[in-house]
């Protein structure tokens, strides 16, 4: 039992070296053994825990897309109104950005930006799904209590989820003259005034 | 002895009285019960007989949806002529939407018509003294089969297992869903375009109430050879208390998701299972049968 959890620690250990390595320098700029060295481990080791890169980086997309599903599970679950909801999950993804900003940077420019990578096991949004479901959850609920008006559930993620990483990229560029999280309840109230009923 | 049967109506359309002529072998049927009265077929009784004298049936027949009065049948009201004898019979049968819910008829006049035990949804019928010799056999109009089905359990001496609605289980206790041919391209979401299509799934586009309405539909076949959603129709509901709704051929959704889930299935477990379904692409189930277009 002991051992087991040793292992899964370790995992953890090299995901996280992975995904800021990933984040950095992209999906085919690191190798393998990049992480291994960083992680202080043989190569042959390091493929007892993942067998290849592909998976690795699958399984990162899994753990950050349960993250934020979790999250916004909870804003979800909440008794706050939907402006409201919509405050919360902004000023999350902007937190997020600030404080872990390759969770941000391997979904910008990993996950979205390779699909090839995430093909043969990550089709469709079956790897993002924790996330998706929730945020479909969110939009549902927010038509159903007469706050959002109903429309094409892409069209309104599309201006949710567009905007929120229009303005990470922008940060990530370094153009944004301000902080991001000072732009949170700007831009919370613009996505409420766009999707209102 | 072939038991007694006597067939009486409220505000009907005789829908289910002619769909009972769908049973197979109607003419054995005609030699294995005995007809007091039935509005289309020639019986021992007439109406007038019916309501002026005292037949003690084994089983009354209620088709169509009841109001206290404006509904002259005989010399009486019809709501007074089956009261008189939902007291003689030992059971009262519920034969069709009108009857159970008030369906249709109720919607003209929601204050003053109801069924037998409901008024769509809640509970306020006319005939709740009677409760316990009821039983409901929803749909517009019942399945030949679900009616003979349960006259037959009565015949011999054998009350079918009803659930909180009185409803038989051994009918009511499925989904239209269940049994369905296109319920492949309900787990893979392929959904069928145009009404009538022989392939694709009818939930998502084309309004069907299958996954949550209850009703045998798919297991017992309507004359043993078909059924709407087989056919290319969706199912409009008409076993439940809410029929009929509105805009029957089109799928509610709220941000493209489906406003009513499958029975009892979690939003969450829903969304998740049809993401991933989604995201793979089956050509067997996308081609079409019989061409080469899309479904």
Wanted: with cysteine; net charge negative; hydrophobic share 40%.
């Amino acid at each position: 039992m002991k051992k087991e959890l040793k292992k899964e620690a370790r995992r953890g250990q090299i995901m996280e070296t992975a995904l800021s390595l990933f984040a950095q320098k992209g999906f085919y700029a690191t190798t393998i053994p990049d992480i291994a060295k960083k992680m202080d481990m043989s190569v042959g080791n390091l493929y007892n825990y993942f067998p290849s890169k592909e998976a690795l980086a699958q399984e990162i997309i899994r753990y950050v897309s349960t993250m934020l599903g979790e999250t916004i599970h909870e804003i979800n679950e909440s008794a706050l109104t939907t402006k409201e909801k919509i405050r919360r999950i902004v000023r999350f993804y902007f937190g997020l950005c600030e404080e872990r900003p390759e969770l941000i940077e391997f979904f910008l420019r990993v996950y979205l930006a390779n699909r090839e990578v995430f093909h043969d096991g990550c089709e469709g949004m079956i790897c993002v799904a924790p996330f998706m479901t929730e945020i479909m959850v969110f939009f549902e609920e927010g038509v159903r209590a007469g706050d959002l008006r109903n429309q094409d559930f892409f069209s309104a993620f599309g201006l949710f989820m567009g905007y929120l990483g229009g303005m990470a990229f922008l940060n990530g560029e370094r153009i944004l003259p301000k902080n991001l999280e000072s732009y949170a309840d700007e831009i919370a109230d613009n996505i409420y005034g766009a999707l209102k009923a | 002895m072939a038991l007694k049967l006597l067939w009486l109506q409220g505000l009907s359309c005789n829908g289910n009285a002619h769909s009972f002529f769908n049973v197979p072998d109607m003419a054995g049927v005609l030699r294995e019960f005995a007809f007091i009265y039935h509005p289309l077929l020639p019986c021992e009784a007439t109406l007038e007989e019916v309501s002026g004298g005292d037949f003690s049936p084994d089983v009354l027949i209620v088709e169509g949806a009841l109001r206290r009065d404006g509904v002259p049948r005989g010399d009486e009201e019809a709501l007074t002529l089956i009261t008189r004898y939902a007291k003689q019979a030992k059971w009262v049968v519920c034969a069709g939407q009108c009857a159970v819910f008030g369906g249709i008829f109720r919607l003209n006049e929601p204050d003053k018509i109801a069924g037998a035990l409901y008024a769509g949804q809640e509970r306020g019928g006319f005939l709740d003294a009677f409760e316990k010799k009821i039983i409901n056999l929803p749909g517009c109009p019942v399945h030949p089969e679900w009616l003979l089905f349960t006259l037959r359990m009565l015949a011999l001496g054998t009350v079918p297992r009803l659930d909180d609605l009185r409803r038989p289980v051994e009918l009511y206790g499925y989904t239209v869903h269940e049994g369905c041919l296109r319920n492949e391209y309900f787990e893979w979401k392929v959904d069928a375009k145009d009404f009538g299509a022989k392939e694709g799934c009818l939930f998502y586009e084309q309004g069907c109430r299958g996954p949550y309405t209850r009703g045998s539909c798919n297991k017992i076949l309507w004359n043993g050879v078909n059924s709407k959603t087989r056919a290319g129709m969706p199912c409009i509901g008409c076993t439940e208390p809410d029929f009929p709704a509105e805009r029957l051929f089109e799928t509610e959704t709220l941000m493209s998701i489906p406003a009513r889930l499958p029975l009892e299935v979690p939003k969450r477990a829903y969304l998740t299972l049809t993401g991933m379904a989604k995201a793979f692409r089956i050509p067997r189930l996308t081609r079409r049968k019989f061409g080469e277009e899309e479904p």
